[in-house]
């Protein structure tokens, strides 16, 4: 993805913000980018008090099987293109850890059994793409809040970082690899899983094997794939380029909710 896509379900939103820059007297000039770019980050916050005020556990809409999109397309990387992680498939990730580390008391290794054996949830939701896209689709995974309690996070933790296999780009500056970030409402929501199964059947590699995150009332680039690592922060200006995830670091919204 190589430019800025806009989400058509936000376009109303962007219009309003729009209206608002010009009555705050924006120009496009760069002098003015700087109160531009303290609207658009007011109008996240916006958008994050207002999901708050729905309440901490309001759930997304779930489907029935009936609804299932025939295809579910993958989004982001299709393959990614590490050793470590071509090691890992060809030995159908039996040697792979989720490893749960930061602020916690209990860090944690865990294999995929032990994610298996860990309560379950199967939730028919569904994926709303960035570029304008969407598809229902079963996910089946182990809630973070049972993995995140096993943990046991300590009063500084403030938010949930995934750490990826994948490495969208090569950047230059080495912040190439993929990773993503929610806070601890969104973290402990009943709906937010480690998902190994998509309809049915363990996760290709297209759509995020072993597991990915499914956090269901954001869009689809905050649904992390091929997580190899958890760390829980008290702030992340120090991972990436201090935006909360690889696309946020690039101009995307941080809570990109809906």
């Not at 376009?11 to 700087?34: Q, T, W």
């Not at 080495?174 to 049915?200: C, K, M, R, W």
Request: proline content about 5%; overall charge neutral.
């Amino acid at each position: 993805m190589s430019r800025l896509l806009i989400p058509r379900r936000k376009f109303l939103g962007l219009g309003a913000l729009g209206l608002g820059a010009a009555a705050l007297g924006f120009s496009g000039r760069p002098a003015d980018a700087a109160s531009f770019e303290e609207l658009i980050a007011h109008a996240q916050s916006l958008t994050y008090g207002a999901q708050r005020l729905l309440g901490r556990n309001a759930l997304a809409r779930e489907f029935s099987a009936k609804d299932i999109s025939p295809v579910f397309k993958v989004n982001g990387t299709h393959m990614p293109d590490t050793t470590e992680y071509e090691a890992l498939l060809a030995g159908d990730f039996a040697t792979w850890r989720l490893q749960v580390e930061g602020l916690v008391a209990t860090p944690l290794s865990l294999s995929l059994a032990d994610l298996h054996a860990l309560p379950q949830r199967t939730q028919i939701t569904r994926h709303d793409c960035v570029e304008g896209w969407s598809a229902i689709g079963q996910w089946q995974g182990t809630p973070l809040a049972e993995i995140l309690k096993r943990a046991a996070p300590l009063p500084a933790a403030r938010f949930v970082v995934f750490h990826c296999a994948d490495f969208y780009e090569r950047a230059a500056d080495g912040t190439g690899q993929y990773y993503e970030s929610i806070d601890l409402v969104d973290a402990f929501h009943p709906q937010t899983i480690l998902a190994h199964s998509l309809n049915g059947e363990a996760l290709s590699v297209g759509h995020g094997a072993p597991v990915r995150l499914r956090v269901e009332r954001q869009l689809g680039y905050k649904q992390a794939k091929y997580v190899m690592r958890i760390e829980l922060v008290e702030r992340f200006d120090r991972i990436g380029r201090g935006k909360g995830g690889y696309w946020p670091d690039r101009g995307y919204e941080w809570y990109a909710g809906i």
